[in-house]
């Protein structure tokens, strides 16, 4: 996703520590004390621009969220459609998912989201992709016995590389989806690359991985 400099957002976030959290290993294990009830937590890794986590934040709001995203400069979109939006159960964090077991303790997340990940099709970066068994080995000390992980891309070689990455390391494949857009699911929300992808005829895949049967 392009980054464009933008010199107010240090000051935004900080206007808007209410949303976008800061400090945000402080609250591992104590996230539902932000929110204010035990509701499931359901995490987006690279929520960008933010559109997906709003609408999913409408849809269910028995449900907290919360996005990650390493950006700051697009991470105060997102904050701006979170401020919109006004739903109580979401949250952002400005962090690098590579820290993810310094935000969250065992079990404490119900559902990951890896929506449009970058695809690092070079080898040399393959420890990059946020579907390295570095990445899915912190997923799996996150998430609760029955969590999943739902992971949507357009880019086929990014998907081949993630089932085979799930499949070795552990994960059980519930889901594998080759045009995810043919199918009538109601409750599939649109990411801002999602919407981009289709417009241009390119099949959408999703693919569901838990750690049990
Ligand atoms: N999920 C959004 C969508 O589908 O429209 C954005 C997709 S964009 C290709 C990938 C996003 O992931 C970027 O905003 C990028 O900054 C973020 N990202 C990449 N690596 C990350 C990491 N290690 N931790 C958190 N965010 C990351």
């Known amino acids: 996703m392009r980054q464009r400099n933008k010199p107010w957002a240090d000051d935004f976030l900080q206007e808007?520590?209410?949303?976008?959290?800061?400090?945000?290993?402080?609250?591992?294990n104590n996230w539902h004390e932000l929110f204010g009830n035990r509701n499931p937590i359901h995490v987006e890794i690279g929520t960008g621009k933010g559109q997906f986590i709003s609408e999913m934040a409408k849809?269910?709001?028995e449900i907290n969220f919360i996005g990650i995203e390493l950006a700051k400069s697009i991470i105060v979109t997102a904050a701006q459609k979170v401020i919109l939006s006004k739903q109580p159960n979401v949250l952002l964090v400005n962090e690098d998912a590579a820290?993810?077991?310094?935000?969250?303790?065992?079990?404490?997340?119900a559902t990951i989201y890896?929506?449009?990940?970058?695809?690092?099709?070079?080898?040399?970066?393959?420890?990059?992709?946020?579907?390295?068994?570095?990445?899915?080995?912190?997923?799996?000390?996150?998430?609760?016995?029955?969590?999943?992980?739902?992971?949507?891309?357009d880019n086929m070689g990014l998907f081949e590389y993630s089932l085979m990455s799930f499949s070795q390391y552990g994960f059980v494949l519930s889901e594998v989806n080759l045009d995810l857009h043919s199918i009538d699911d109601p409750t599939n929300r649109m990411t801002e690359y999602e919407e981009k992808f289709s417009?241009?005829?390119q099949p959408i895949?999703?693919?569901r991985a838990s750690i049990s049967n």
């Not at 935000?103 to 997340?109: D, G, K, R, T, W």
């Open 114 to 153: 890896l929506n449009f990940s970058d695809p690092w099709p070079k080898n040399r970066h393959e420890k990059r992709r946020l579907t390295y068994h570095t990445f899915l080995e912190k997923y799996q000390e996150i998430l609760d016995p029955l969590g999943e992980i739902v992971l949507k891309t």
């Open 99 to 109: 820290n993810i077991i310094d935000l969250f303790s065992a079990n404490e997340v």
């Open 205 to 207: 895949y999703r693919c």
């Open 199 to 201: 417009a241009k005829g």
């Open 16 to 28: 808007n520590s209410h949303i976008v959290i800061p400090n945000s290993s402080s609250h591992k």
């Open 59 to 61: 849809q269910f709001p």
